[in-house]
């Protein structure tokens, strides 16, 4: 005879039961542990996260320079952080603590982020600053920390000779060759895509990426990540974003914590995107104290769900392994979650913003 019993769907979650039963306001009918049901074949159909077991066939998942990984193993996650980048020469020369070239340092440093509690890091450098996915490969690898590469661009300044004669259509054609073939002859896929906008104003080639970033995003499904200069013209690029067709729910504005008139953060949020509070620790834009004050009042306004944190560290000198006397990409689980627990921020909610938001964001 066939079994009566079966997989039912709750949400993105499967349990299994003898019916397809109407849902139950208690939160062990939602799921429900192996034990409970001993006599299913779960490693068929099913995969483990914790005590539960979620059906194979509504796992989102997450594209890392590894290759793609169920989004609920990401663990602790560091939205806009740099692994690896070289910045042109002339800045380089002007000050030499610019730049991260080197992959032992950058094991050090993402293994001192794994020991305090990390899990990935979304690497947000882009080709006209020194992607190197084969090296990011070859650090996930020796690190166990999932590392997510970008497609797109950064603004003018930097992108400006290589965007120089392509069309909209050639730089999202591209895009989507990197998020669906892989970046070059690598075979590593990108799983984000970059844009982004200069002091206080979008140029003609940052539209021009922003028009692409839309078209890959509609085409692929995957996240839509920026810079901000100093957080300025946020408001304005988030709003160009989604008339392009990025979808608010995969769009994260990033560099907002430089002390911007507190109207635009609840703007923003009101339309739906992800503020991307990664500064932190950077006290010469704004205090942590501040960021941690305004990140609660979001929070108390029922904004929790689109807060992602993180500390792009692009100097030497900001990287623990190169400066000991500072906290590195230990940071914010160290120094920033803290302030936050003082405020009076539970842990569910910690847990949703480290976690459980850039799982959410990055899966497509």
């Known amino acids: 005879m066939t079994p009566t019993h079966q997989c039912v769907a709750w949400g993105n979650v499967w349990r299994w039961d003898r019916q397809p039963a109407q849902p139950r306001s208690s939160l062990s009918s939602m799921v429900a542990p192996r034990e409970q049901f001993p006599f299913m074949n779960y490693s068929q159909n099913c995969v483990k996260s914790g005590r539960f077991w979620i059906r194979k066939e509504v796992i989102v998942a997450v594209q890392t320079v590894l290759g793609s ?21 002339s800045m380089a020369l002007e000050d030499p603590d610019l730049g991260l070239d080197s992959i032992p340092a950058a094991v050090a440093e993402l293994r001192y982020f794994k020991s305090v509690g990390g899990g990935a890091v979304v690497e947000m450098t882009t080709e006209e600053i020194g992607r190197s996915p084969l090296e990011l490969s070859q650090i996930s690898q020796a690190t166990s920390v999932h590392i997510i590469a970008v497609t797109g661009h950064h603004k003018e300044k930097f992108s400006a000779g290589l965007l120089e004669h392509q069309s ?25 895509i970059k844009a982004a906008t200069s002091l206080n104003q979008a140029t003609e080639v940052e539209r021009r990426v922003i028009q692409a970033a839309g078209l890959a995003h509609q085409q692929t499904g995957a996240p839509v990540s920026t810079h901000t200069e100093a957080g300025t013209f946020a408001l304005e690029q988030a709003r160009l974003l989604l008339d392009a067709g990025v979808s608010a729910q995969k769009l994260l504005i990033g560099h907002l914590d430089r002390n911007l008139p507190r109207r635009v953060y609840f703007q923003l949020a009101e339309l739906g995107v992800f503020l991307g509070f990664d500064q932190i620790g950077k006290e010469q834009y704004w205090s942590d104290e501040e960021r941690a ?17 993180s500390s792009d560290r692009a100097r030497k000198s900001s990287w623990k392994v190169h400066n000991p006397q500072t906290l590195g990409l230990g940071h914010v689980l160290l120094d920033f979650i803290p302030r936050l627990r003082q405020r009076g921020v539970d842990e569910v909610t910690l847990s949703g913003i480290l976690v459980d938001n850039p799982a959410r964001f990055l899966d497509f």
Do not use: F, N
């Open 69 to 89: 990984i169920p989004a609920h193993q990401l663990g602790v996650t560091a939205c806009h952080e740099h692994v690896l980048w070289h910045p042109p020469d």
């Open 168 to 192: 909209v259509e050639q730089i999202a054609e591209r895009m989507i060759r990197e998020i669906r073939e892989g970046i070059g002859d690598t075979g590593i896929r990108a799983g984000v």
């Open 293 to 309: 004050k305004l990140i609660c009042d979001l929070i108390e306004a029922g904004y929790s769900k689109q807060i992602l944190l």
